[in-house]
């Protein structure tokens, strides 16, 4: 069977017919509760927050988001945004509480910078890999993507991505996007080598590991990627321009072509104060 995201673009997808459909499909009703709930367990919100719910559709996990009880730090106020007018349309038959845009997450995430505490998005990001067109770059969309939605967060923010990679060089091209936009990561696998595993990409604002950031993590295992051995020696052998290392760095250079250089000294690159 087909993945949907192969077949059309999700807003031709996600016809009238399509939206009805999925919003009336018990077994999708009970999925859409278990992956929220799940995003909401990793969040670890302790306060009533603002919440981003990106790829919201007919606002399935936004009707969670507004009964969470106090008890488990809601009910939370949410903004939906998605790229489906039909399944807005049905979100705003239902009379959901939260507030809806509709906009494509791959040109980005169209908010003030900082507006939120947190967001959750199921099923959405895989839509981002795909190419419907030779001069769509699924990269680029991500890039949009995950950079706009790092400045809509707070400093201290967090978000949870459910989605469903179709291979292991989507997975990485997803978490790779993420954490090039600044974001601290992880990504979670909930029934690893079953028919129902789901993948959960949970982000902090800031950098850093995720351990600590996320609560109520045990049991699963967190892939952290960090610099690769390669990016951390570059960093290190960056230096600034002018200073005595690059100096002597560089008269090095002009020694091993054999020209002449000065002797080295205390003095080189040394800092010389302002005359008046």
């Not at 060089?169 to 790779?176: C, F, L």
């Not at 590991?209 to 290190?236: C, F, L, P, W, Y």
Request: charged fraction near 25%; charge should be positive; proline fraction near 4%.
């Amino acid at each position: 069977m087909s993945r949907p995201e192969d077949t059309l673009p999700p807003d031709l997808f996600y016809n009238d017919s399509e939206s009805r459909k999925y919003t009336t499909s018990s077994r999708i009703q009970n999925v859409q509760v278990e992956m929220t709930n799940r995003a909401l367990e990793l969040l670890s919100l302790p306060s009533p927050s603002l919440v981003l719910d990106i790829g919201c559709g007919s606002g399935l996990s936004g009707e969670i988001l507004s009964s969470v009880p106090p008890s488990d730090g809601g009910p939370h106020i949410w903004v939906g945004m998605d790229i489906s007018a039909s399944m807005l349309d049905i979100a705003l038959q239902r009379d959901v509480e939260g507030d809806l845009l509709l906009a494509d997450i791959g040109q980005g995430v169209p908010f003030r910078a900082g507006t939120f505490d947190a967001a959750i998005s199921i099923s959405a990001v895989q839509w981002l890999c795909n190419a419907e067109s030779s001069d769509t770059s699924p990269q680029a969309r991500l890039t949009r993507f995950f950079n706009g939605l790092y400045a809509s967060l707070r400093r201290g923010g967090k978000a949870v991505c459910q989605f469903y990679p179709k291979n292991g060089a989507q997975r990485d091209m997803v978490s790779a996007a993420a954490i090039k936009a600044g974001f601290g990561a992880g990504l979670l696998e909930d029934g690893a080598a079953t028919k129902n595993a789901k993948v959960y990409l949970v982000l902090s604002v800031g950098g850093g590991a995720i351990e600590g950031v996320v609560e109520r993590m045990d049991g699963v295992d967190v892939v952290e990627r960090g610099k690769t051995n390669q990016e951390r020696k570059r960093k290190e052998n960056v230096v600034t321009k002018g200073s005595k290392q690059w100096i002597l760095r560089k008269k090095e250079q002009m020694e091993r072509k054999g020209k002449i250089v000065k002797t080295n000294s205390k003095f080189s690159g040394r800092r010389r104060r302002i005359a008046w």
